[in-house]
Every structure is written in structure tokens, then in C-alpha cells.
């Protein structure tokens, strides 16, 4: 399928989305370094606690921010979809938005990286999505550890939604990011519609960001065992979020994707889960979230957990 893309990304044309949810008081930094490379930037805060609010308010009056407060939590599907329909308010002003988590730390060349794979790749008018390669904050790995940075660009399958900017055409043909999936595999399920309706995703190897994975601790029995002293250990809830939207999206393409949803099925049910049992506290209460999960993937319930 061919696509005829409004217009190549430039720093004019490009509209940047910051979801919040208590971020911490290095955001200030952090938005400096992306505001000018992009021609207006929106955060959009999750109801987050007083003081965070003030802090955003205090960014959006000295660095010419905008704003939008939600009255609750809607989980960063739903914050994604208020970004492009208000970059979609400014008519044909903006072609791409950029879209980054709280705390990822931007590069200077973020923006001039993204635009260059875009340049150099010889089928732009099927892109949809052009990402960034960066490195993890704890760990210091690296996203793609196999590409090579010395090109512009390569096509992937997947990618996390931050740090990548999407087209204002593909999102008006592919629609809205999923709501039911709230939080955990928002952009795994975005990028799978995209190349469903015949758009390609990029990444750009070359390193634009710094970029937290999650929750990390030292663990002498990791190191130990793997030879690295930092293991993930995130909260119960978030095992609920990713199993149960990971088992629905092994459920809903088995048959269209077998090799992904093999896959995925053994990093979900027997990777995290082993490492969840040997490295991380509170297993009960984790493996009780893990088949809830479960649960209400097979009885196609979605949204925040009540």
C-alpha cells in the first residue's frame, strides 16, 4: 500500500507531547533540552500531586509550554490520543508529533537524527513512525545494541512510543491508541496496526536519548548468576498491565503472527515470571496481579483495574 505523507518532518512541522504522572523536579531540565527543537511542545499531565503541577505550570509560564490537566489518571493511551487531536486543531500547521515519556533526557540531535533517517530512507511515503536508539539510564545498554551506528536508518517491527515522532496522516488512517490497554504494550499494539495498514516503522541507530526502562535494584545473587548487579523489580500492578495486554495481543494475532506470539508467550509467562520469583520481593501478591491478568485477557477486560 502507498501513502502520501502530508510533508517531511522538520523542526517547524513537528509538534512534541509530554505525558506526566508525578514526575520528578528534573523535568524542568529535561524539557529545556527538547523544547526548541520542536515548534510547540504540550505536556499532558496525568492528575498528577500538587506540587508536580506546580512545577509544570512554573515550565509552561517561563518556557512557553502548553498545557492540559486531567482531572484523573487516563492512563497514556488516552494522553497520547488528547496530543494528536490537539496537534490535529492547528489544521495542517503540524505533520508529525513527537512523543516522549516524563523521563526520558533528550539529546540535543534527537530531532536532527529522527529527520535524517527520514531523509535518507528511499520509501518515505509509506512511513509512519521513526523512533530513536538511545541508552538506558541504570543499565547504560543500549535499545539495538546490533545496529550500526553509522547509518541513518533501519526498519524495526516494534517500538516504545518515547522518543519517536508519528505521522498526523497515519494516525488519522490508523486511528487512536488503544484506551483498554491503559499503560504496558500502548506502542507494541500502535506499531502492529501501523504495519497492518501498510506503513513501515524506523529507528535511527545513532544514540538521541537517555531513557529509564523502569524499576531497578542491585542483587548480588543476579550478579552472580548473570553477571550484571542491577535487576528489574517492578511494582504488582505493572505485572498486571503487561500481562494482561501482552496475552491479548498473543491472543488476538496467533494466527497472523505465530513467531511473535511465541515468543512474547515465553518472555511474558516464563522469563519475567522466573525472574520475578528468584530476584524480586512481594511474589505473592505479584503472581496473584500475574493471574488477574491473565483473567481478564480471556474475558477481554481492559481499562484501569478496579
Keep these: 500500500m502507498r501513502h502520501t505523507i ?36 504540550l505536556i499532558i499531565d ?35 490520543n488528547q496530543g494528536f487531536k ?21 539529546y540535543s540531535t534527537l530531532i536532527e537524527q529522527l529527520i535524517s533517517a527520514y531523509d535518507h530512507c528511499p520509501f518515505r511515503d509509506e512511513v509512519g513512525m521513526i523512533g530513536t536508539n538511545y541508552r538506558e539510564k541504570t543499565t547504560a545498554r543500549i535499545l539495538h545494541e546490533k545496529t550500526t551506528e553509522d547509518e541513518d536508518w533501519e526498519e524495526v517491527k516494534n517500538l516504545p512510543t518515547s522518543g519517536c515522532i508519528t505521522s498526523l496522516t497515519a494516525f488519522s488512517e490508523v486511528g487512536e491508541f488503544r484506551t483498554d490497554f491503559f ?18 516503522v524506523l529507528i535511527s541507530p545513532k544514540i538521541g536519548m537517555i531513557h529509564p526502562l523502569g524499576y531497578y535494584r542491585a542483587s548480588k545473587l543476579h550478579e552472580l548468576i548473570r553477571g550484571e ?49 528468584i530476584f524480586e520481593d512481594k511474589r505473592i501478591v505479584k503472581l496473584g496481579n500475574i493471574s488477574l491478568g491473565v483473567w481478564h485477557a480471556i474475558w477481554r477486560r481492559g481499562g484501569i483495574k478496579k
Design 86 to 106: 490537539y496537534a490535529e486543531r492547528f489544521g495542517d500547521r503540524y505533520s508529525w508529533v513527537l512523543t516522549l515519556d516524563q523521563d526520558s533526557d533528550c
Design 46 to 80: 496525568n492528575k498528577s500531586a500538587p506540587d508536580c503541577v506546580l512545577m509544570i505550570q512554573g515550565i509552561s509560564t517561563d518556557l512557553g509550554v502548553d498545557v492540559i490537566e486531567n482531572e484523573s489518571n487516563l492512563g497514556i493511551a488516552e494522553a497520547l
Design 229 to 277: 548487579s542491577m535487576v528489574t523489580s517492578y511494582p504488582p500492578l505493572r505485572h498486571y498491565y503487561w500481562t494482561r495486554n501482552g496475552t491479548t495481543l498473543i491472543r488476538e494475532n496467533f494466527r497472523r503472527d505465530i513467531n511473535w506470539s511465541l515468543h512474547e508467550a515465553y518472555y511474558i509467562f516464563f522469563r519475567r515470571i522466573i525472574t520475578m520469583l
Design 183 to 200: 499503560i504496558d504494550y500502548v506502542d507494541t499494539e500502535y506499531c502492529m496496526r501501523l504495519r497492518d495498514k501498510g506503513y513501515r
Design 6 to 41: 502530508e510533508a517531511k518532518p522538520t523542526r517547524n512541522n513537528i509538534l512534541g507531547v509530554i505525558v506526566t504522572y508525578h514526575p520528578d523536579m528534573e523535568l524542568r531540565g529535561r524539557v529545556e533540552k527538547i523544547r526548541h527543537q520542536v515548534d510547540k511542545l
